[in-house]
């Protein structure tokens, strides 16, 4: 399985992007996705996750009301939408799939298969 992150970019304070991750060689719509993001100097953060059904959704606290997650299974996409956002929220946005499929376990120990990540600098 491959993962493309796209969508990054240059943004103001309180602007917004949003962030596409493409499969390819599997079947997104059975397994949970999640995005990540790494600033420099940071740990990796998990920043929020959608479950293979769409049902469930997972956010972090300090994106929550800001950024939605959401699938198209028909484009075998996931999507990320950034609004409102903040000069901290500059960093590498990253994709990542649940190595197993139908299970709904948003934890970063769950995410096996990352792709390329994509830069979002926000000014202010």
């Known amino acids: 399985v491959q993962l493309q992150a796209s969508g990054g970019g240059l943004v103001q304070s309180g602007g917004s992007l949003r962030l596409s991750c493409a499969a390819s060689g599997r079947t997104l719509s059975r397994y949970t996705v999640g995005w990540f993001r790494q600033a420099p100097g940071k740990e990796r953060e998990f920043v929020a996750a959608?479950?293979?059904?769409?049902?469930?959704?997972y956010y972090a606290d300090p994106v929550k009301g800001r950024f939605t997650i959401a699938r198209d299974s028909d484009k075998n996409t996931v999507y990320l939408q950034l609004n409102s956002l903040k000069p901290e929220d500059t960093a590498v946005y990253s994709c990542?799939?649940?190595?197993?499929?139908?299970?709904?376990?948003?934890?970063?120990?769950?995410?096996?298969?990352w792709g390329q990540g994509t830069q979002v600098t926000v000014s202010s």
């Open positions: 959608i479950s293979w059904s769409g049902g469930g959704t």
């Open positions: 990542a799939m649940d190595n197993e499929r139908y299970r709904w376990s948003p934890a970063p120990a769950s995410f096996a298969y």
